[in-house]
Structures are given as structure tokens and as C-alpha cells.
């Protein structure tokens, strides 16, 4: 079982910078796929990023592209979101999620994670 455990969401202004963290506990998460994933007041939960196990491969919503980058620290078993040039669009409650298998842009293909942390852009 893996516990996961958003930090580092906050008030931001547009256009500004943050970095989401994701640190997992229980076992490693080595070999997981990770993602993350957001949710808007009253719409689903959406697909934001996704890495490999390896970090060699990543891949992006194509809203975010170009502006927020993921990364792992595998000997930290921990996830990272960087957001640049954030948008009064990008407020909503931040997930990461691991998988133990393939890539996936699927929620329900995820079987751990975390309570979220909010982020909230200004204009």
C-alpha cells in the first residue's frame, strides 16, 4: 500500500511560479507510474502530467504544456509539479497518483492518492 501526501499549494498571483510536492510513504515507488491530476469546482477530475518510473518519459495535458513540469526523485520517493506562468484557470484541488503498470492519462487506472492540496491563481 502507498500513502501519498500532497504539499505546497497556495494563493498565487497570474503569471507567477509555485512547486507542488508528493511524497510517498509505505512502500517505494520506484517502479510506479505517477501522475498528476486536478480538480475544478464542479467539473471532473482532469489529467495534468504524467512520468515514467524512470523519469526518462513525461507527458502533458495540452493546457499545461509548456508551462508546468514534472519530475521524481525516486531516492526521495518523492513527486514534483512545477508550475510556471499560472493562469486564473489552473485554480483547483492538485492529486498525485501511482500506479504500479503502464503510463495512463486515466483516472481510474490509478489505485493510490493523495488528499490533494489547493491551488488558487488570482488575476
Known amino acids: 500500500q502507498v500513502q501519498l501526501v500532497e504539499s505546497g499549494g497556495r494563493l498565487v498571483q497570474a503569471g507567477g511560479s509555485l512547486r507542488l510536492s508528493c511524497e510517498a510513504s509505505g512502500r517505494t515507488v520506484t517502479y510506479h507510474h505517477m501522475a498528476w491530476f486536478r480538480q475544478a469546482p464542479g467539473k471532473e477530475r482532469e489529467f495534468v502530467a504524467g512520468?515514467?518510473?524512470?523519469?526518462?518519459?513525461?507527458y502533458y495535458a495540452d493546457s499545461v504544456k509548456g508551462r508546468f513540469t514534472i519530475s521524481r526523485d525516486n531516492a526521495k520517493n518523492t513527486l514534483y509539479l512545477q508550475m510556471n506562468s499560472v493562469k486564473p484557470e489552473d485554480t483547483a484541488v492538485y492529486y498525485c497518483a501511482a500506479r504500479f503498470g503502464p503510463a495512463s492519462m486515466d483516472a481510474q487506472n490509478f489505485g493510490s492518492w493523495g488528499q490533494g492540496t489547493q491551488v488558487t491563481v488570482s488575476s
Open positions: 512520468i515514467r518510473w524512470s523519469g526518462a518519459n513525461t
